[in-house]
């Protein structure tokens, strides 16, 4: 049986796949915010005969304009090296059908290979690469779906927004499992106490992107299985 490979990057992010999706009719995999992995899962989908390739979870904000909790669904991804990763035709058109009742906006992704921690450094790629919001998974799951002439598309939930850096003790937040390092990232932030306001806004910001996933997944895939005769 058919079936969509979908590729997250942390635990979270793939219980609201499952959550909103039929399970019969997707697998998912977590790659742990690392664009090899990614890849590589993308990869093994696609050669057990996966239909389309979608990557799915939270992103960082670079256009201005995006707020917690906005869904975007990505156009192209753009990754480091420059190349770009074009969404499927056919299922981009699918899901902007879902795009005025979801409130989703249209715009390109930047796959990055480290952490996007500032505000300057997210103004450059927005500024030099167009792209709306950034994650680390997106551009390896494409790479490996274009190797394989799979469709792919990327539907993602900003968390942190253009105008907010992340705090230090949140850099290794993310564990190679998909989990989060709760304690670690306690532990750091008891060092500088500081950054306890910077966490709990993060927190709430990403609470927000994780609610956005499990409100529209559902409808989102539903178009998804349509398209696919899933």
């Keep these: 049986m058919s079936f969509i490979g979908v590729v997250c990057g942390l635990k979270n992010e793939a219980a609201a796949v499952a959550r909103a999706s039929d399970r019969s009719k997707v697998r998912v995999g977590v790659s742990g915010a690392d664009a090899g992995r990614a890849e590589r899962i993308a990869a093994n989908f696609c050669a057990e005969g996966a239909s389309a390739i979608v990557s799915v979870g939270l992103a960082g904000g670079l256009d201005p304009n995006l707020q917690p909790g906005d869904l975007v669904i990505g156009q192209d991804v753009v990754g480091d090296d420059g190349v770009r990763y074009e969404s499927d035709s056919y299922l981009h058109g699918v899901v902007r059908k879902e795009q005025q009742a979801r409130h989703a906006i249209i715009g390109d992704l930047f796959g990055s ?110 178009r998804l299985f349509g398209a696919l005769d899933l």
Excluded: C, W, Y
Aim: hydrophobic share 45%.
């Design 113 to 222: 290979d480290e952490i996007i921690d500032s505000v300057e450094k997210k103004s450059a790629l927005f500024h030099n690469h167009g792209a709306i919001a950034v994650d680390m998974e997106s551009h390896g799951a494409a790479r490996a779906a274009m190797r394989a002439n799979v469709p792919f598309l990327a539907i993602r939930a900003i968390a942190d927004p253009a105008g907010r850096a992340l705090p230090a003790a949140a850099l290794t937040a993310v564990a190679p499992d998909g989990s989060t390092r709760a304690l670690k990232t306690l532990t750091a932030a008891v060092r500088d106490p500081g950054q306890f306001p910077e966490l709990f806004q993060l927190g709430q910001d990403s609470n927000a992107a994780l609610k956005t996933l499990r409100r529209d997944l559902g409808p989102l895939f539903g």
